[in-house]
Nanobody, 117 residues
């Protein structure tokens, strides 16, 4: 019932920008913390940016100053503004919503980002 659908990925040159979106449905989006995760083949899925229901944010050191996470509760949409992209940013980006009562969360299907040098 809960659906998270990422979009906005694509192929960009190093130094370019993308804005990822995660459209949520079937959930009271506004009350949950959300996050963006990055995964490359053979690697762990890693949190790159998180945002609480109150709007507090945190970032992986590798993206600080380049990425900005935000949310539009009226639209039940999560965003990741990605600036000054680097080849190492390449991978699949997943949207995640925390689960109720500290339970298992929900994941989107991911969107591919490829950054060429």
């Amino acid at each position: 019932q809960v659906q998270l659908v990422e979009s906005g990925g694509g192929l960009v040159q190093a130094g370019g920008s993308l804005r990822l979106s995660c459209a949520a449905s079937g959930t009271m989006f506004r009350i949950y913390a959300m996050g963006w995760y990055h995964q490359t083949p053979g690697k762990q899925r890693e949190l790159v940016a998180g945002i609480t229901s109150g709007g507090s944010t945190n970032y992986a050191d590798s993206v600080k100053g380049r990425f900005t996470i935000s949310r539009d509760n009226a639209k039940s949409t999560l965003y990741l503004q990605m600036n000054n992209l680097k080849p190492e940013d390449t991978g699949v980006y997943y949207c995640k919503q925390d689960g109720p009562f500290g339970g298992r969360g929900y994941w989107g299907q991911g969107t591919q980002v490829t950054v060429s040098s």
